[in-house]
């Protein structure tokens, strides 16, 4: 009976051709027989929210009904049930890929469309309270830019018709570097805007902090905790505006742009020469959480701009004259290359490991105890903490 199968009886052929992002995972199927197709996206970073903020039992009731509306969707492209159900054999199952394969995972990838950036960043979404929208933003997605430049505020407007918000258009509030990840805190209501930034300006000068980053470091700090303190200046190095420290600074300096900085530290673990950091910074200036860890001797792991200001002599590290000391990329040692499962090619494209992951807004009501805004870690991120054996509660 077998043998006599006729060609036309056999299942349906799957081709399977998926096109991955950090935000979302799309498959086209195509059923070579009857000739009908679907293209099905999943938004992966909407189901982890959902399955962070619901109930076993709602989380599954969710899964289904993807699963009912993937199966409708095949069966309208003429799939049928025999190519559901037939069994794999054992062990036919292809394994997960080691993690030398997949170095950097969350990324965004590269020439992403307009159309593709709005809907990672519609993905990212973590949180919306009548006018306020909160993202989780990626690494390396610059909030502002030249002109023509493919950054957040630039697609502000796509990302507020995507978001129902009609003509009430988003504007930003608070949000994490480009080079870093984390929190972006947007508004649609100007009034709600203008109440935020006052809040978060009567914060830093009571010396409250709002924002708390979690770092990768590369080398583990002296004190588990303390403040880092310094004046920071603008200086312009190898062609890039860089922030360099400056001594004991004078009025004149001050108004020339010199500016006092204030960081929080604490460090939350430590494994493998390197230490998990959670900072506050109390002031704002470019990349100074970046620069308060270089002068702890500790820079941020994937920071390829002020780490080369450390040198070591037999185990030592030191610090190199900040002006005189060009951006290059960060150079990890064997045994952390090692750890890390990396190549010195891809250590050379390390992501900064700095994560803006709680804010802190005012309630409704000026005595509301104020609210915890929260955005998880990115994927390489974690990543990271699994090579260094580095858990945090």
Not at 149 to 170: A, D, F, H, K, N
Not at 249 to 276: M, N, Q, W, Y
Request: aromatic share 4%; with cysteine.
């Amino acid at each position: 009976m077998a043998a006599g199968r006729s060609r036309a009886e056999a299942p349906p052929t799957l081709a399977l051709s998926p096109a991955w992002s950090p935000f979302r995972l799309t498959f086209t199927l195509t059923n070579q027989r009857a000739g009908g197709s679907v293209r099905l996206r999943l938004w992966t970073h909407m189901r982890a929210v959902l399955t962070r903020k619901m109930d076993g039992r709602r989380v599954s009731g969710f899964v289904w009904l993807q699963r009912l509306a993937v199966h409708r969707a095949l069966k309208d492209a003429g799939f049928g049930t025999e190519a559901r159900n037939q069994n794999q054999p054992r062990g036919s199952r292809q394994r997960s890929r080691p993690l030398r394969d997949q170095p950097f995972p969350g990324l965004l990838p590269e020439n992403l469309s307009r159309e593709e950036l709005v809907d990672a960043l519609r993905a990212a979404v973590v949180d919306r309270k009548g006018p306020l929208v909160t993202l989780n933003k990626p690494q390396g997605l610059p909030v502002t830019g030249k002109p023509g430049e493919l950054t957040l505020l630039s697609v502000l407007p796509e990302l507020s018709q995507s978001l129902g918000l009609g003509e009430r258009e988003l504007q930003v509030v608070r949000a994490s570097g480009k080079e870093s990840s984390g929190l972006v805190l947007l508004s649609s209501c100007f009034q709600t805007t203008s109440r935020l930034q006052k809040f978060f300006i009567h914060a830093r000068r009571a010396q409250r902090p709002t924002a708390t980053y979690c770092a990768v470091t590369n080398g583990i700090p002296a004190a588990s905790e303390g403040k880092i303190q310094t004046a920071l200046k603008l200086e312009h190095i190898d062609g890039v505006n860089l922030s360099v420290p400056v001594k004991a600074p004078s009025r004149k300096d001050i108004l020339e742009g010199v500016k006092k900085t204030l960081s929080h530290f604490r460090v939350l673990a430590t494994g493998s020469g390197c230490a998990v950091v959670q900072l506050q910074p109390l002031t704002v200036f470019s990349s100074q959480l970046q620069v308060h860890m270089v002068l702890q001797l500790c820079p941020v792991l994937g920071d390829h701009t002020y780490s080369a200001r450390v040198g070591t002599v037999l185990g030592q590290r030191f610090l190199l004259p900040a002006e005189s000391t060009k951006p290059q990329t960060q150079v990890l040692d064997e045994a952390l290359l090692r750890c890390l499962q990396l190549t010195p090619s891809q250590a050379a494209q390390l992501p900064l490991h700095l994560h803006l992951h709680r804010l802190l807004i005012p309630g409704t009501r000026a005595r509301d105890t104020p609210i915890e805004l929260l955005a998880p870690l990115p994927p390489y991120f974690s990543r990271t903490l699994q090579c260094l054996g580095l858990r945090l509660q």
